[in-house]
């Protein structure tokens, strides 16, 4: 997969390097099965309460979060879909905090398709006003999602929770900076 990322970015945009684009079409390939992606290991790992679990991530981390600190941040509302209910963890006014990578997307009908969000079932609808969401169209393997990518250790204020029938959930959080840094990124 590695290879694949790499023979896909001959000639990175954003002063990129080829290692830094792909860095973040690696994140963004699926493998199958779906568990065994690259991300969703990694996601995993992020979100673990055991930190000795991140050591053989560290260089990956390093490079891709180097990489995605080039692209500039986007200002502005993206949607995250996920197949479950997620209301009982967010409740109006209080701070929330996600641990890893979270895809997201700028096209509200990109969460149609039955992967992200679909029609059907139990669901959760994320409208997020976000500051540092990095688009990563031109790095993404999967470049029509038009996906921007949180960072790991966002922090957010859940605004509101809309309950809209037929088993979906809407949940709006505003990213807010906490009062302290959450992990240390470089300064570029």
Request: hydrophobic share 40%; aromatic share 10%.
């Amino acid at each position: 997969m590695v290879w694949i990322a790499k023979q896909n970015c001959v000639n990175p945009k954003d002063s990129l390097t080829i290692d830094e684009s792909a860095s973040i079409m690696l994140y963004t390939m699926e493998w199958q099965p779906f568990e065994k992606s690259f991300y969703v290991a990694l996601n995993n790992t992020l979100r673990a309460s055991v930190r000795e679990q991140l050591k053989p991530w560290f260089s990956y981390l390093r490079l891709i979060i180097n990489a995605l600190q080039k692209l500039p941040s986007t200002h502005h509302v993206v949607y995250r879909g996920v197949k479950s209910d997620l209301t009982a963890e967010y409740s109006r006014g209080s701070t929330i905090v996600w641990w890893g990578f979270s895809s997201c997307t700028v096209s509200i009908e990109a969460l149609k398709h039955e992967h992200f969000l679909g029609k059907e079932g139990i669901r959760t609808l994320f409208s997020i006003e976000c500051d540092s969401g990095k688009n990563i169209r031109s790095h993404s393997f999967y470049a029509e999602e038009d996906e921007v990518l949180l960072l790991p250790a966002r922090q957010f204020e859940v605004i509101g929770c809309l309950d809209q029938g037929n088993g979906l959930q809407i949940i709006q959080l505003r990213e807010t900076q906490p009062k302290f840094p959450l992990i240390k990124l470089n300064s570029s």
